[in-house]
């Protein structure tokens, strides 16, 4: 130990009612006040502690009495300034808590009462506690009743019911009601590890049986999702194991955040501090998506886990998701999602990954596969609205880092994402190959859907930079191809496009697209002669370099754009996807087969 004393105390002061101990036998002390008390509490790296003096590995137990008949009475008892330190080398933890003033009273058929307030981990501390009477607590026919009220920091806790136990803390039949600013504060406290979450409250019954604790029945909210369920926590094992089923009628995908190392917002009526405020405003300036907070490594593996968590409706007014289903193990600092599926654009997206965070750097696999998910949900305009068709694609990545953006920046794999068969608005095509003539055409008869005979976008990532093997959308009367690549490192993308129409036009501004930008901000111009579009004099110069070249481009000759060979393109995806998962959605005749009727049930 490098503490001198395990238990210091300055002064101790006990009044003892000796009338009431010769004629009764019974231990009455009107008044205990102890003052300047200091208690070191400890554990070695190999688990010993401190308060265990006997010789034999066997654990001491608490030097309580062992019956409820054998609890002393105590009118009045007093604290001042006392504190408790708890050191465990074993988990490199350590837990201080400092009370200022504590004070109890009561008596045989009086209530019993405490009030305390200190510190805890630096944080401000308050405690009171309302009980049965002396005669209650020594009575060992009848449950103990209880109320306790406990604010730490911005955490606010009450418990009330009945203890059949109350000395062993056994026996509980109470209910907790806890509401806090995020749920990650809790790990100093009980030690069980939750992502970063919006203000929350929630409400349950709290019981404990041998080494096992549980939070069962209880609902609430968390930000702005409402979620229930149990928790159950098995203390027995070197690290605590816990078992959850969470359930959300509707969750806010927003407070999903935390769990790829984001911080959800808070909520919408909560007035933050000053620096919160600065930290939110940086961060909605900044151009990154990926966020940089460090993961916690420490706390992953102090406790394992087995939790499962169904949303049935999501609301996500920028995203068509509609439903979750997740499965989260964690073993010895390694995380892993087996699966999580999302309802996605009446489609799903199947996710398989791996967290390694039992050593530095983390390492992580992410296997993310697309279900046949409908393109008209993600683009709401009446362009999108006439395009038909399933999506279905893979990425699978791996990389190491301590935070999701170093992950990103690392990533290595590849990434496909295909379409065939459908339809699409016949305007939206004519105007990304810039054929003003055919667009002006489809507009005076009415815009009508034409046939999509395939789409692909297959990248390759190597140290956090994707690029484009092949970028094909071929249509019944135009083919799109693509060059260029996406740096996951910087954020940002620079991909031109080459739109080709099969059809004569008389009027055709023929040019290359490039679509550049950070990932949070992207835009689309044309770039005739690729000089490039990031300034404003840039832009333009594509213009009238556009419209002088016009004139003298070949035109429209059926040979510069043949139909694309479908089957060969969804040939060489196999090979990235060798057991057909997400090809057997489509047909090597371009016809989309049925989406399946369980979207969050992985196949």
């Known amino acids: 130990s490098k503490q001198p004393q395990m238990a210091e105390i300055g002064l101790v002061d006990v009044q003892l009612d000796v009338w009431q101990l010769l004629s009764k036998f019974r231990l009455v002390l009107p008044n205990v006040t102890i003052s300047q008390a200091k208690v070191v509490l ?14 034999a590995p066997a654990v001491t137990e608490p030097a309580v009495p062992e019956k409820r008949t054998e609890f002393p009475v105590i009118q009045k008892l ?19 808590l400092k009370l200022t003033q504590a004070e109890a009273a009561g008596f045989l058929e009086e209530p019993v009462k405490l009030k305390a307030k200190g510190t805890y981990q630096k944080l401000p501390l308050s405690l009171s506690l309302d009980g049965g009477s002396y005669e209650n607590l020594r009575s060992a026919n009848e449950p103990y009743p209880l109320r306790i009220n406990l604010d730490v920091g911005k955490l606010k806790a009450k ?4 203890l059949t136990e109350p000395l062993a803390m056994k026996g509980e039949d109470v209910t907790l009601d806890i509401q806090g600013d995020d749920m990650a504060n809790l790990f100093p406290l009980i030690r069980l590890v939750f992502p970063s979450t919006p203000p929350y409250g929630l409400k ?12 069962s029945n209880f609902s609430g909210r968390v930000g702005d999702s409402d979620l229930s369920g149990t928790i159950r926590v098995d203390t027995a094992p070197k690290r605590p194991v816990m078992k959850a089923d969470l359930v959300s009628n509707l969750l806010d995908f927003e407070d999903l955040a935390g769990f790829i190392g984001g911080k959800p917002e808070t909520d919408k009526g909560q007035t933050s501090s000053e620096e919160e405020q600065k930290v939110a405003a940086a961060e909605k300036e900044n151009d990154r998506i990926f966020p940089d907070q460090r993961y916690d490594l420490d706390r992953l593996r102090a406790m394992d886990a087995d939790i499962r968590l169904r949303a049935k409706r999501i609301l996500a007014p920028n995203l068509p998701i509609d439903d979750l289903n997740a499965k989260l193990s964690l073993n010895d600092g390694v995380l892993k999602l087996e699966p999580t599926v999302f309802g996605v654009a009446n489609g799903r997206i199947e996710i398989y990954s791996t967290f390694d965070g039992s050593k530095r750097p983390s390492k992580v696999n992410i296997d993310a596969r697309l279900r046949q998910l409908d ?11 006439k395009t038909i068709g399933p999506i279905g694609g893979r990425i699978a990545l791996s990389g190491t880092g301590d935070s999701f953006r170093e992950l990103m920046a690392t990533a290595s794999g590849n990434t496909f994402v295909m379409m065939s068969g459908g339809e699409i608005s016949e305007l939206l095509v004519r105007l990304a190959g810039l054929n003003v003539a055919r667009a002006l055409g489809v507009l005076a008869r009415g ?6 005979r395939c789409a692909l976008l297959d990248l390759h990532a190597n ?4 690029a484009v093997q092949t970028l094909a959308f071929d249509t019944a009367n135009t083919v799109v191809s693509g060059e260029g690549k996406i740096d996951l490192r910087d954020e940002k993308l620079d991909i031109v ?5 099969k059809d004569f036009s008389p009027f055709s501004l023929r040019s290359f697209i490039r679509v550049n930008g950070s990932l949070k901000n992207i835009s689309a111009f044309p770039d005739p002669i690729k000089t490039g579009t990031e300034s404003l004099y840039a832009k333009i110069f594509n213009v009238i370099v556009m419209l002088a070249l016009s004139p003298l481009q070949p035109r429209d000759l059926p040979w510069l754009a043949p139909d694309v060979d479908c089957d060969a393109l969804i040939g060489r995806i196999q090979k990235q996807d060798p057991r057909g998962i997400i090809l057997k959605d489509f047909q090597q005749t371009g016809a989309p087969k049925v989406a399946p009727d369980n979207r969050a049930t992985a196949q």
């Open 497 to 501: 496009l080459t739109p080709v129409p």
């Open 375 to 385: 393109l008209k949900r993600f683009v709401k305009s009446d362009f999108a609205q």
């Open 463 to 466: 140290n956090g930079e994707m």
């Open 159 to 162: 418990l009330h019911g009945n």
């Open 78 to 96: 007093t604290i001042d300034n006392g504190s408790l330190l708890f050191a465990n080398q074993e988990t490199n933890t350590k837990l201080e």
């Open 204 to 215: 349950g019954r709290l019981k404990h049986e041998g080494k096992t604790w549980s939070f």
């Open 447 to 452: 815009d009508k859907p034409i046939a999509i």
């Open 42 to 55: 400890e554990k070695n790296a190999e688990g010993k502690a401190n308060w265990e003096f006997r010789a």
